[in-house]
Nanobody, 114 residues
Framework: QVQLVESGGGLVQAGGSLRLSCAAS????????MNWFRQAPGKEREFVAA???????GYAESVKGRFTISRDNAKNTVYLQMNSLKSEDTAVYYC????????WGQGTQVTVSS
């Protein structure tokens, strides 16, 4: 059974930075693609970033150039470095593997004040 636990959220001013972490359990982490999604109040959950098992990355247009996804397979952890944060980045951020029907973490709140 895969378990995902996010951390690192919080309150930050616009223009600031945060780094989210997602610790994964399970022996298949190093061979799994990992994703970050987010859900803002009143909006649907949306894709943010993804990283394959061998380090290829992809980003939503809204975060490209500001966010960086990375992973440390030795620590079973995936990260999301978020720079130049904007108020519209305010959301609950979720770690995911396996897509929409896969495994999800409980989420971590990110609030960007303007």
């Amino acid at each position: 059974q895969v378990q995902l636990v996010e951390s690192g959220g919080g309150l930050v001013q616009a223009g600031g930075s945060l780094r989210l972490s997602c610790a994964a359990s399970g022996r298949t982490f190093s061979s799994s693609s990992m994703n970050w999604f987010r859900q803002a109040p009143g909006k649907e959950r949306e894709f943010v970033a993804a990283i394959t098992w061998n380090g290829y990355t992809g980003y939503a247009e809204s975060v490209k150039g500001r966010f960086t996804i990375s992973r440390d397979n030795a620590k079973n952890t995936v990260y999301l470095q978020m720079n130049s944060l904007k108020s519209e980045d305010t959301a609950v951020y979720y770690c995911n593997t396996g897509g929409v029907a896969g495994h999800w973490g409980q989420g971590t709140q990110v609030t960007v004040s303007s």
